[in-house]
């Protein structure tokens, strides 16, 4: 087949044909700017509309990511001209065919790393049921994440989720032109990827560009998802103690991007002992000006509780593992998980260090947990258990039940511990495995990823394949992930119920489904100082 050229809003694009895991052909287009490169002046800026460019640009390889480290070389890599994207589709527009559903990936990578790179998330097992697939690049770490108090500087926060609207922005401009339906968008992430979906439906900067929702295993209501405000560490980290923030800006754009990243990288775990992540949503201030529209201006917690944001159709879910992710944190952060009770507390229930309350909270936790044992070596299933309720799942459910309890659209919930070859997470980790699956390990049945192993027709790994991309391209064509799906019936959750799609060795979907640590975590979140009650509808389940 002839590599396809074909006009976009920009200029002409050459693509690529690949083949999908089925033996069919499909149309790759890599590396596409969807915004202006945000360079110079440009540097930490809300991002501005594509160039156009004369000729025909070659979409026939991936393009940079930001410039970071590297999760698996932990090397620099990438650029600061990193607002690109990847389209495939299985075929291109012609008379007497139907647009196809589109799905838009966010990668996770705690805000700081990853990339929308082919060879990690390559299209070949999700294309098999006809939609149309955009992966995102956008900016991380200080470039996407920086904030600023003085909005004369510009520079309010949030740039890496403002450039992710931009690119729905340009999704819905140019998709038609892939054979994509515009009018069926369906955008769908994994860790701070999953964390950004659930954003995005609350933020009214996004409101209509999508029309249904997937959030693995991250959440707006997870502690991770929200960056600590801390100005003077971050200004310490570059020299500029008592600096006004316009003369920080300055100097900042003056620095070459590996000199950010090289002082970015002080800032990890220093902010707070139990810091996973540093950067992650700010809470912006209204900005009347014209032309510089906030992301979000409310805490996420209020704007569900308004109702008052995108009701999507929406999966959310996790894996029974989410705690492995603590084998790829530093030693200080693991270190502190099992010796420091007081890290364990999420950092937004507002208790001060040190304090009498704080440690009693704390204790608790490490009770409930562990009981008479020490954490320690000999403990780590418990830890593993820990961290994945603290840090993952209990922010997740109690998002699904606010949702359910605020939203007139449908919510579907799983939980996700089979344990194949295909994993993610643990294929990186310089660990044993584990049995179940591990924080991100579902991304590698939905991605062709670098550790793919060789797929027999006749193996799990192709079977459970073959399921999950069903289930999540049923959700994007009819907003019902079972639709025509005779072997299970995934319910929606209710208002008096909150049901499970268990995927395991066998598909079992659990009609009520309420582990023990929630009313735990539900009874710590809503005596906090902070107000944060995710607990608000408990009594209806």
């Not at 515009?182 to 659930?198: C, E, R």
């Not at 598909?507 to 539900?522: A, E, G, K, S």
Request: aromatic share 12%.
């Amino acid at each position: 087949m002839e590599q396809p050229v074909i006009q976009i809003q920009q200029g002409k694009l050459l693509g690529t044909v690949s083949k999908d895991m089925d033996g069919n052909p499909f149309y790759s287009f890599r590396g596409i700017p969807y915004a202006r490169p945000p360079l110079g002046k440009l540097r930490f800026k809300a991002p501005l509309p594509p160039v156009p460019w004369k000729g025909i640009f070659s979409a026939t390889q991936n393009g940079d990511c930001c410039f970071s480290v590297d999760v698996f070389e932990k090397v620099f890599v990438g650029s600061e001209d990193c607002l690109n994207l990847n389209v495939y589709t299985p075929h291109l527009p012609r008379s007497g065919t139907n647009l196809l559903p589109v799905m838009v990936w966010i990668h996770g990578g705690g805000f700081v790393c990853g990339s929308n790179n082919s060879e990690i998330y390559g299209p070949e097992f999700l294309i098999t049921e006809k939609v149309v697939i955009v992966s995102i690049n956008y900016r991380l770490g200080l470039l996407g994440f920086l904030s600023l108090n003085d909005p004369s500087a510009g520079v309010p926060g949030n740039t890496g989720f403002k450039d992710i609207v931009m690119a729905l922005k340009w999704v819905r401009q140019n998709i038609e032109q892939f054979n994509g339906d515009s009018k069926n968008v369906t955008i769908f992430g994994a860790s701070s990827g999953g964390a950004t979906v659930h954003l995005l439906t609350l933020s009214p900067m996004a409101q209509g560009l999508f029309h249904k929702a997937i959030a693995q295993s991250g959440s707006a209501l997870n502690p991770w998802s929200r960056a600590r405000k801390a100005d003077e560490e971050v200004y310490a980290a570059f020299g500029c103690e008592g600096k006004s923030d316009l003369e920080f800006l300055e100097h900042l754009q003056s620095l070459s991007v590996k000199e950010i990243l090289q002082n970015q990288y002080k800032l990890e775990y220093v902010i707070e002992p139990d810091a996973i992540l540093v950067f992650g949503l700010i809470i912006e201030r209204p900005i009347e000006k014209q032309g510089e529209a906030p992301f979000m201006c409310e805490d996420p917690l209020n704007i569900i509780l308004s109702g008052n944001f995108d009701q999507v159709p929406f999966i959310m879910g996790a894996t029974n593992l989410e705690g492995l992710v603590i084998n790829t944190y530093q030693a200080k952060r693991s270190s502190n998980t099992i010796n420091d009770p007081e890290s364990n507390l999420p950092h937004f229930l507002g208790y001060k260090r040190g304090t009498p309350e704080s440690q009693t909270v704390a204790l608790k936790i490490q009770e409930f947990y562990f009981g008479n044992e020490k954490p320690g070596e000999d403990t780590q299933d418990k830890i593993y258990e820990m961290v994945t309720d603290n840090s993952f799942f209990y922010g997740i459910y109690a998002a699904a039940r606010l949702h359910i309890a605020t939203s007139r659209s449908r919510i579907y919930f799983y939980r996700m511990s089979i344990k194949t070859s295909l994993e993610f997470l643990q294929a990186i980790m310089e660990k044993d495995r584990e049995k179940g699956a591990a924080h991100y390990d579902d991304v590698a049945y939905m991605f062709k990823t670098i550790f793919t192993p060789p797929l027999s027709p006749d193996s799990v790994e192709y079977k459970f394949i073959k399921i999950f991309v069903k289930l999540w391209t049923n959700f994007a064509y009819y907003g019902n992930p079972t639709h025509n799906v005779s072997s299970i019936v995934w319910k929606e959750a209710t208002k008096e119920r909150i049901g499970c799609l268990q995927i395991d060795e066998t598909l079992l979907f659990q009609p009520t489904y309420f582990p023990r640590c929630i009313p735990f975590w539900d009874k710590i979140y809503s005596e906090s100082p902070s107000g944060q009650n995710f607990a608000k509808f408990s009594s209806k389940f």
